[in-house]
């Protein structure tokens, strides 16, 4: 079991030091008013509109850094300081997550893929760990548990991985559309790219760690005796 332990130490701490970084950048970039004055709102109902998308809300939520787009609702929801701000950052964030709206509207492959596996990994998150567990207990008793841990865990690393070109795509969207429709100069382009650039990095450390802790357990099952 120690090697679970080191591979959670290890990815915990790279995690840290990306979200660290994260936080740091948009820190940054939020004291950058952007010179379009647009609130992050505008922007967003700016960039649904010049994708003819009008049947997409855009709400306010708390916390920060929770802003996300649901393609359940159609809803793109955007933090306080985002959905209020005129800056760098909020441009950026409130940009990307329409990216995902545009990508829902225009019926991304990878998107769609994503959203498929959704309530299968809802599902599997709530009981892997502790198949995984069970399984390495038993694994020369009964290896088939282990199996099936295995098999599950591969759905949620799999996830991971369908996230990212889900992640860059979306942000290349945001940061396409914010310069040719001029909403943003190319210095402000610049810093919306550099702070999605770092956002995008917790999810490639996700998909790293999820990677390297479903090799682990497929040793486990390899090595039994």
């Not at 979200?19 to 952007?34: A, C, D, N, P, V």
């Not at 379009?36 to 700016?46: P, V, Y």
């Not at 769609?112 to 390495?136: E, N």
Request: with cysteine; charged share 15%; hydrophobic share 50%.
């Amino acid at each position: 079991m120690s090697g679970i332990y080191l591979i959670a130490i290890v990815f915990m701490i790279i995690g840290m030091l990306v979200s660290g970084q994260l936080k740091r950048k948009f820190k940054k970039y939020s004291q950058e008013t952007i010179g379009s004055g647009l609130s992050g709102r505008e922007i967003a109902e700016k960039m649904l509109h010049d994708n003819g998308i009008n049947d997409v809300k855009i709400i306010s939520v708390e916390g920060k850094l929770t802003d996300h787009y649901n393609p359940g609702d159609r809803t793109v929801n955007l933090s306080h300081d985002v959905y209020y701000g005129r800056s760098a950052a909020s441009a950026a964030v409130s940009a990307h997550e329409c990216g995902h709206a545009v990508q829902h509207a225009k019926a991304y492959t990878w998107l769609q893929m994503r959203s498929a596996l959704v309530p299968i990994v809802s599902f599997g998150s709530k009981y892997v760990q502790w198949i995984l567990l069970a399984g390495i207990l038993t694994v020369n008793i009964f290896p088939q548990l282990l199996l099936i841990g295995i098999v599950m865990f591969s759905a949620v690393t799999l996830f991971s991985f369908i996230t990212l070109p889900v992640e860059f795509d979306a942000s290349k969207r945001a940061l396409v559309w914010l310069e040719t429709s001029k909403t943003a100069s190319t210095a402000e382009v610049g810093m919306a790219r550099d702070a999605l650039k770092w956002a995008a990095m917790t999810y490639v450390v996700a998909a790293l760690s999820a990677l390297a802790t479903l090799l682990y357990y497929i040793s486990i099952f390899s090595n039994r005796r």
